[in-house]
């Protein structure tokens, strides 16, 4: 019996409408034919998700968003490159105008009384150990000029009579002492330039120049340390610290450590020979890491060596006197970063490196042939430490002849809690010779500041006419002088465009 | 109009007169014909200088008709004018003043001693102004109750009522008529009202009563302060605080009262016994303004105080017990009525005085035995045993 | 204008019985007949008007009405209105016994208020008011001066008036009653007479605040200008010595306490504009405010100080705008509000 449906039935089945049917795009393909003649329903399409989903009620609603996609862009800077650019030091700015006259830092013109208050140029040979010994600073405006030069204020002059006297070019009693000073002053007082004209002078009497450019970073925990094998307490040596320290004598006193010899005996260094210079010392050294501390101890005792060891008494020549710079004084009077094996805090006093310097100041020829301690401290970046507060206050009181017995000596006040190594430093000095000193950088004076205004006028920064009026108000502004205030001042003046004459002159 | 001539018809002078009442316009009176041609002539031949002088110098009208009245005046009209009964007028009060400018001799006190001089030598002289109509005299010398005519109380205005719609019909007896939608109140009926309360005040005044003049209304309050003043009373012009009679002892607590003998003459001793008296109450009340006072009339009827009040034709008669229908938006019908009031007060007080010289007392005075005893218990403070009862 | 009129004079000339000379003389009489010619128009107008129609009054008194005598007597045989005697005396039979007129005027009669102003409640002031507005009437002649030119007066503050009277005097009364008081101290003052005087005295507050005359102030004996300035919520106090351009703030120097060299300048504005920079030293001390505020008040302070030393400068200093005082203040905040003046942001629902 044949069955009511046939296929022609079943082909004759009309289509539905496609007004009814769903997009095609969305219909799932059917791959077989229909088998019902009504119309097919499907699920409606599904929506798109939108980018907040709604969920159930009293369900809080989740934000999803499309990351952005991620473009490309230009090639990050390299690590380290944006650090290197913000340390950066400029020295010369070729559109600045070079100023006619002005003589260079040289052993004549340090001492001369007569150029108080004019602009000197460092010598330019002797840029590059600078750099070395990292006595420029950024900020410090030296790229707004032609060439680097620094004021000779009263106290540069001073420490050039000082630098003469000591290095005995004319057999003056100073000879061969050693002056302690510990230089503090308002922010912007030019402390740091002081060391760095120190550092200059130095160079021209060729002394041998040890700086300690930032004493923060011997605290801030950036290198590594170790402790020192049986030290009570324990103290801890800074490798790598001491490696970058002998590089730097190295580089800015090469000329004087490759002419003086080995007199010493120094068990601990194999591979040196009695021929090998104090360079070839300092090498051994910044080679190797391990052994840099025994190094630096070695080369101290060659650059402090009166006398020859017995037995190598043929190469030896006098040591000339030592600069030792160190800005930043306060980071080294404070718990540094480092931790001991307790996790206490070490404190910087405890670290082999600093404490070597520190004891210098101690009293006593703690630099055996003389020369020139200076301790600067800082106001930027500076940890506020209530012990060193009161060592310099004491020692302001002594050098004011305040006696330590008497009641107007300053003390800690009660509870205050001071660190008594800190308190220790500045203690009276038992011995009259070498005592600590304390400077204290002012302002610059009326002539000085006149002096310091013209240099930038004639380097073109400046189109007003300098008259004693005007540099008495910004004497005034710069609150008594204060050099980096007065160098905003200079460099922030703008004046109305005026017709100036080409430099002419330069330009032939 | 300032120089109407004499000679008229009796009727249009009359009606020239009171229009000039009523517009308060002077008009100078003279009149014997003789004199007055001289008179005149000498006006007019100084009338200039005297105006020239007159506009140099600011001349308050005030200054100018107490300075007439002093006794410098000549001795014609010192024996036209009758020996004033009302109110003998004080020294120049300026005369100290003068006498100390003249002393000190500053440019200032000079330059005035001088305008005063000249303003008395000149007063003297040209016209004489006579019956105009001067409002201070309404309050400084008011009428007696004998003066009260129908034409002095037509000329103050008393008669005007209300417009006819706001009208209170309990006022229709007092309503004469209708004149261009204006109810007019009867003069008869006002001065008839108006004697009666001069009587009851007068009486109370006699009886050594506590008359209260109130007017709580902008500018009554001269010829209240006035009124009180002649009859002894009591005045008040601002606004009446609710519950000075109902809660007298928390309002006018504070308040200074005294023990008085019976020639007014305060006696210090009973100082200590007034300490915890009721307020004193007012025994008669004369309000002008009734309508405003509402809360006023009504504590005096709770407190049985008998209250005199202008009844307007809007006002309600029954608020007061002794109703004066008049108008009373009118300051001059107020000022004439309160004054007329005060007046009979001062007679009043004058026949209580009086008596008193004699020995005798109008009234029922408080002994010194009543003014110890607690005034609410009855009792003497001390003695507690008679109070149970 | 002499005399007083009440339109009485007017009514009786009408009647052709008034003549100014007898007027007075004859004033019973022509009461009476005019009373009795105003009864009668009553009448005539048809106005019913009796005695029994009046309420009789209820004092007791043996004296006839006013209009029952006026309508019943003939006018010319009419007795004086005083002559009726007080009902309380009763006629004399036999002399009475004397009267002890010491023991009757001790004894006390009646409780009466102090003042005519007892049921104002507030008596004192009001008593006050009246004797001062009669005495403002009295002497309105006297010649006046200005109001600036008058001797400055310290009246009773209203705390101060009020302990005086010993009532709650609202503030506005208080203001009428001194507009009176300012008005009679305007009188010139040579010719002020003694009572407006000792009147005036009661009002004053005891000690004479306006007694100290503030002295101008000068450079001291040690050569120091010393003035003070103020400026948003800052204040500044500066000695101002010749010299050289030393300026300490506060015990530190002028970069320490102004970082911005725009705060430098502005605090030293006023010696930079007149180029006095490095003439004069100044010691300042600045307290409250921040560095905007601070610096700008140490500018007026300067400013003033420099003028004692140099007062010539002062239209140079006025153009440089630094002594003006610049008197603004931060706005406070205000409830409702998010910031002084700020509202919140309108929503719908």
Not at chain 1, 56 to 82: C, H, N
Not at chain 3, 110 to 123: D, E, H, L
Request: with cysteine.
């Amino acid at each position: 019996m044949a069955s009511a449906w046939c296929w022609s039935c079943l082909s004759r089945l009309r289509p539905t409408p496609r007004a009814i049917l769903p997009p095609p795009a969305v219909t799932p393909r059917i791959t077989s034919a229909p088998f019902h003649s009504t119309a097919v329903q499907y699920a409606n399409p599904t929506k798109k998700k939108s980018s907040l989903v709604a969920t159930k009620y009293r369900q809080g609603q989740v934000l999803k968003r499309k990351k952005k996609a991620k473009t490309e862009r230009a090639r990050p800077p390299a690590v380290g490159e944006r650090k290197a650019l913000r340390k950066r030091i400029v020295l010369s700015n070729p559109n600045a105008l070079e100023v006619e006259g002005m003589k260079d830092l040289s052993p004549e013109t340090m001492v001369d009384s007569r150029l108080r208050g004019s602009v000197v140029g460092l010598p330019v040979p002797m840029l590059e150990r600078l750099r070395a010994v990292q006595a420029f600073k950024p900020k410090q405006g030296w790229s707004i000029f032609r060439r680097p030069g620094t004021v000779l204020r009263r106290d540069t002059i001073e420490m050039g009579r000082l630098f003469e006297k000591i290095s005995g070019d004319g057999d003056a009693p100073e000879k061969g002492k050693v002056i302690k000073k510990i230089i503090t002053g308002m922010k912007g007082s030019g402390k740091t330039v002081h060391l760095l004209q120190a550092m200059t002078m130095g160079f021209l009497k060729n002394w041998v120049v040890i700086t300690v450019p930032d004493a923060r970073d011997l605290v801030s925990g950036d290198t590594a340390y170790s402790p020192v094998e049986g030290s009570k307490p324990t103290q801890y040596v800074q490798p790598n610290a001491v490696s970058a320290l002998l590089t730097r004598t190295v580089e800015a006193n090469r000329q004087v450590l490759s002419t003086l010899k080995v007199s010493q005996k120094h068990p601990g260094l194999s591979g040196l020979k009695p021929t090998s210079t104090l360079e070839d010392l300092a090498k051994l050294g910044f080679q190797d890491a391990a052994i840099a501390w025994t190094v630096f101890q070695a080369l101290w005792t060659e650059l402090n060596a009166t006398a020859a060891a017995p037995g190598m008494e043929n190469n030896f020549e006098a040591r000339p006197p030592m600069l030792v710079a160190v800005d930043g004084l306060a980071h080294w009077m404070t718990e540094t970063a480092y931790r001991d094996a307790d996790f206490k805090p070490v404190h910087a006093h405890d670290l082999i490196f600093v404490q070597h310097f520190l004891s210098l100041l101690k009293s006593g020829q703690s630099l055996k042939n003389g020369g020139m301690l200076l301790y600067a401290t800082s106001t930027s970046n500076n940890p506020s430490n209530y012990s060193l507060e009161v060592g310099l206050n004491q020692l302001a009181a002594r050098q004011a002849g305040i006696a330590p017995t008497s009641e107007e000596y300053p003390q800690p006040e009660a509870y205050s809690n001071p660190n008594a190594r800190v308190l220790d430093l500045f203690k009276p000095a038992t011995g009259k010779e070498s005592a600590l000193e304390l400077q204290t950088l002012g302002g610059l004076a009326r002539d000085e500041t006149r002096g310091f205004l013209e240099y930038f006028a004639h380097s073109g920064l400046l189109r007003e006419s300098v008259n004693e009026e005007w540099v008495g108000e910004k004497w005034t502004l710069s609150g008594g002088g204060i050099i980096g205030e007065l160098e905003k001042l200079g460099r922030h003046v703008r004046t109305a465009a005026q017709p100036v004459a080409q430099p002419v002159a330069a330009a032939n | 109009m300032a120089q109407a001539p004499r000679c008229r018809g009796v009727e249009r002078q009359a009606r020239q007169k009171f229009a000039r009442t009523i517009l308060n316009t002077p008009s100078v009176q003279v009149c014997d014909s003789t004199a007055s041609m001289i008179v005149r002539k000498f006006g007019l031949r100084q009338s200039r200088q005297l105006l020239a002088l007159t506009r140099q110098t600011p001349i308050s009208r005030r200054f100018l008709s107490t300075e007439f009245e002093t006794p410098v005046a000549n001795p014609a009209t010192e024996v036209q004018t009758p020996p004033k009964e009302t109110i003998v007028p004080s020294e120049n009060p300026l005369h100290e003043v003068v006498q100390a400018s003249r002393t000190q001799k500053t440019a200032e006190a000079e330059a005035w001693g001088r305008w005063v001089g000249q303003r008395r030598k000149f007063n003297r002289i040209g016209s004489e102004v006579e019956e105009a109509y001067d409002p201070e005299m309404v309050i400084r010398s008011p009428p007696r109750p004998s003066d009260i005519t129908l034409e002095l109380l037509l000329a103050s205005g008393t008669h005007l009522g209300h417009s006819t719609s706001r009208w209170n019909p309990q006022n229709s007896r007092y309503i004469f008529g209708i004149r261009e939608g204006v109810h007019i109140i009867s003069l008869d009926a006002t001065a008839a009202y108006l004697r009666r309360a001069a009587k009851v005040v007068e009486e109370v005044a006699a009886r050594g009563g506590i008359i209260l003049f109130a007017g709580t209304r902008k500018g009554q309050k001269r010829a209240v302060v006035r009124a009180a003043e002649l009859a002894k009373g009591y005045h008040i012009f601002e606004r009446w605080i609710p519950g000075a009679l109902t809660n007298g002892q928390q309002i006018l607590g504070h308040c200074e009262t005294m023990v008085v003998n019976a020639v007014d003459e305060k006696l210090e001793e009973f100082k200590r016994d007034l300490a915890d008296r009721p307020s004193v109450k007012p025994d008669l009340v004369v309000c002008l303004n009734p309508l405003e006072n509402v809360v006023m009339l009504h504590e005096c009827g709770l407190n049985n105080v008998p209250t005199i009040g202008i009844i307007d034709t809007d006002a309600d008669p029954t608020r007061v017990t002794y109703p004066i229908p008049a108008n009373d938006d009118s300051l001059r019908a107020t000022d004439l009525i309160v004054g007329i009031l005060g007046r009979a007060g001062q007679a009043g007080q004058k026949r209580r005085l009086e008596a008193a010289q004699e020995g005798k007392t109008t009234y029922k005075p408080i002994t010194a035995e009543q003014l110890r005893l607690d005034p609410f218990t009855g009792v003497l403070p001390g003695s507690e045993q008679k109070k149970q009862f | 204008m002499a005399r007083p009129t009440y339109g009485i004079v007017q009514a009786m000339q009408s009647l052709r019985l008034y003549s100014p000379s007898s007027y007075r003389l004859a004033a019973p009489a022509l009461r009476r007949q005019a009373r009795g010619y105003a009864t009668e128009t009553g009448n005539t107008t048809g106005d019913v008007q009796s005695s029994s129609d009046l309420p009789p009054t209820d004092l007791p008194s043996t004296e006839p009405p006013a209009t029952e005598l006026s309508s019943t007597q003939p006018p010319s045989a009419a007795p004086p209105l005083a002559e009726a005697p007080p009902s309380e005396i009763p006629p004399a039979v036999k002399a009475a016994p004397e009267i002890n007129f010491d023991r009757f005027n001790a004894q006390p009669a009646r409780i009466v208020p102090a003042s005519p102003s007892y049921f104002s409640g507030s008596p004192r002031f009001i008593d006050n008011v009246l004797k001062l507005e009669s005495l403002q009437a009295k002497y309105a002649s006297l010649p006046t001066v200005g109001a600036g030119e008058a001797p400055r007066m310290a009246w009773f503050k209203l705390a101060q008036f009020r302990d005086y009277v010993g009532e709650p005097v609202p503030m506005k009364k208080y203001k009428s009653l001194l507009k009176i008081l300012q008005r009679l101290n305007r009188i010139q003052p040579e010719m002020v007479p003694g009572e407006v005087r000792s009147e005036l005295n009661n009002f004053l507050r005891p000690g004479n605040p306006y007694a100290a005359q503030n002295v101008p102030r000068t450079v001291d004996e040690n050569g120091r200008a010393r003035a003070k300035g103020k400026r948003k919520e800052s204040t500044a106090v500066v000695q101002l010595v010749e010299g050289e351009g030393e300026i300490m703030v506060n015990g530190k120097s002028l970069v320490e306490m102004f970082q911005r060299v725009h705060d430098r300048e502005s605090a030293l504005w006023a010696l930079r504009s007149t180029q006095r920079m490095d003439k004069y030293n100044a010691w300042i001390t600045v307290k409250g405010g921040g560095v905007t505020g601070q610096a700008e008040a140490i500018t007026l302070a300067i400013a003033r100080a420099l003028l004692l030393h140099e007062p010539g400068l002062k239209p140079v200093l006025r153009k440089a705008g630094v002594i003006t005082v610049d008197a603004r203040r931060v706005e406070r905040k205000k409830p409702g509000h998010v910031k002084a003046r700020k509202m919140p942001t309108w929503v719908k629902r």
